[in-house]
């Protein structure tokens, strides 16, 4: 599936396939201290020296904050038929819990009731990682309590727009939120912890249980799911300590959290391997019952996957959760973005298939991130050709239909992203929308490739309504 594909027509994805296009709250949004928003742990964590490329930080981002209405024409133009955005937590709850900030409630309406204006589906995303710094500094995640802040924010927010949402998600790629926010330290807050860095990863399930129990209770008509990025890892040689580190890095990249979610239970293989560093005292009794608790959606992100072999192990005492004695690396020969993530169109297909073989009681999938990014210009003619991200997603999209074809329930596809925005430790320096965005003056510009997005929305329309 390297071949250029592009001359072939695009596979019909079956009738009623919901395309999308995806945000998050502090990448887009900006105006950072309006209208009541508290400071979140990014705020913080771009103010330290060295964590964000450029010192970069997300106070004015996009500014889709003033922009809404301008946002919202370009989805309408796209001809998406779901948009998925983020609701930041500090601007509902600016202390995280307590005052309630009908300001923030406010955007949210206005975001909620402009995408039903225009027919796009709002899709819902409780925790896109920026967790309200005031609650950072009561443990954050490390606190068990912080299972019962999120599920006591979302019933907050389920009651203001519940009737309006047909998808929610509760949390975004939770493996970030812990392992690579409290283990290897790369994300806010920037810890490096062992035992507290797993249990942070326990507690986001746990609000996700929580937070899935009070939106059955609240009895919103729509669906909830959580939204989980897989990065599929395989062994770089046939060495018995390279295969064994390749399963360390696959069980955590793939299973740790489809294992606890659908089957209530973490891998063993990682389990085993932590005990030097934790015993686990942080799952209690009924725990795991509750984290396998039924939803009606699994949100995937894909975008890469990895070779790994044998690393250097650190002592336990100074080892933390992401330190696997294992080394990720781009799998031999594979065309890269200007990321250095690998580009596996094949792998697309087969972490979809492979979903669907190991959890027998997997729900439908959305697909609520995939995408890419690459060096960006505005050519003097004043265009953006971006035909290497037009042939990414073309060649993406193909292995999805595969998967389709072979009986995967799959039922949407949400780009990454909408518009060009804050990439967290990249700050502005990688690009990855559709739409350019020009961070000196907050211009828009459609790139070549949100054309193509938006003729091949066009044309699987047509097939739909044939
Ligand atoms: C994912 C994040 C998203 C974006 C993309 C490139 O891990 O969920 O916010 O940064 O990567």
């Known amino acids: 599936m390297t071949q250029n594909t592009m001359n072939q027509p695009m596979p019909t994805f079956p009738p009623g396939f919901l395309w999308g296009v995806a945000t998050s709250a502090y990448q887009i949004e900006g105006a950072a201290t309006e209208d009541g928003r508290g400071p979140s742990i990014w705020d913080t964590f771009c103010r330290q020296p060295g964590r964000v490329h450029h010192g970069d930080t997300g106070d004015i981002a996009c500014d889709h904050y003033h922009r809404l209405e301008e946002d919202l024409d370009l989805l309408a133009d796209l001809g998406v038929g779901g948009y ?16 309630v900030n009908q300001r923030g409630l406010d955007f949210y309406q206005r975001l909620v009731d402009g995408l039903h204006q225009r ?13 309200p710094k005031t609650l950072e500094d009561q443990g954050g995640w490390r606190n068990r309590d912080s299972a019962a802040w999120f599920a006591d924010y979302a019933s907050l927010v389920f009651e203001a727009l519940g009737d309006r949402v047909p998808y929610w998600i509760t949390l975004n790629e939770p493996v970030c939120a812990s392992f690579y926010s409290y283990g290897s330290g790369t994300l806010a807050p920037g810890l490096r912890l062992g035992h507290d860095a797993i249990a942070t990863a326990h507690h986001l399930l746990l609000g996700h249980a929580e937070a899935v129990a009070a939106f059955r209770a609240s009895g919103a008509p729509g669906q909830i799911g959580i939204t989980l990025n897989l990065g599929p890892t395989s062994p770089a040689t046939d060495d018995p300590a390279d295969v064994a580190a390749a399963a360390r890095a696959d069980a955590l990249a793939t299973r740790w959290f489809p294992d606890a979610v659908f089957t209530g239970e973490y891998p063993k293989v990682l389990l085993d391997f932590y005990r030097p560093i934790s015993d686990f005292s942080f799952v209690h009794d009924g725990d795991m019952e509750r984290i396998r608790v039924p939803i009606d959606f699994l949100g995937l992100n894909f975008y890469k996957s990895w070779v790994a072999r044998a690393a250097e192990l650190p002592s336990p005492r100074r080892r933390t959760a992401t330190d696997l004695g294992a080394v990720s690396e781009v799998p031999p020969g594979a065309e890269v973005t200007n990321f250095g993530w690998a580009v596996v169109p094949e792998g697309f297909r087969d972490v979809l298939l492979w979903l669907r073989d190991t959890y027998p009681n997997l729900p439908p999938i959305y697909v609520t991130e995939n995408g890419a990014s690459y060096d960006d210009y505005v050519d003097p003619t004043g265009q953006v050709r971006d035909t290497e991200r037009i042939s990414f997603i073309d060649r993406y999209l193909r292995g999805a239909a595969q998967a389709v074809e072979a009986g995967v329930d799959l039922r949407g596809y949400f780009y990454w992203s909408m518009m060009d925005n804050f990439e967290w430790v ?6 990855l929308g559709l739409v350019w965005v020009d961070y000196d003056t907050g211009r828009r510009l459609p790139k070549a490739s949100y054309y193509w997005y938006r003729d091949m929305i066009a044309a699987q329309h047509a097939q739909d309504t044939r």
């Open 84 to 99: 998925r955005f983020s609701i930041a937590w500090p601007r509902i709850l600016p202390n995280g819990r307590g005052r």
């Open 119 to 131: 027919d796009i589906a709002p899709m819902a995303t409780l925790y896109h990682w920026d967790l």
């Open 426 to 431: 990249e700050g502005y320096g990688k690009r």
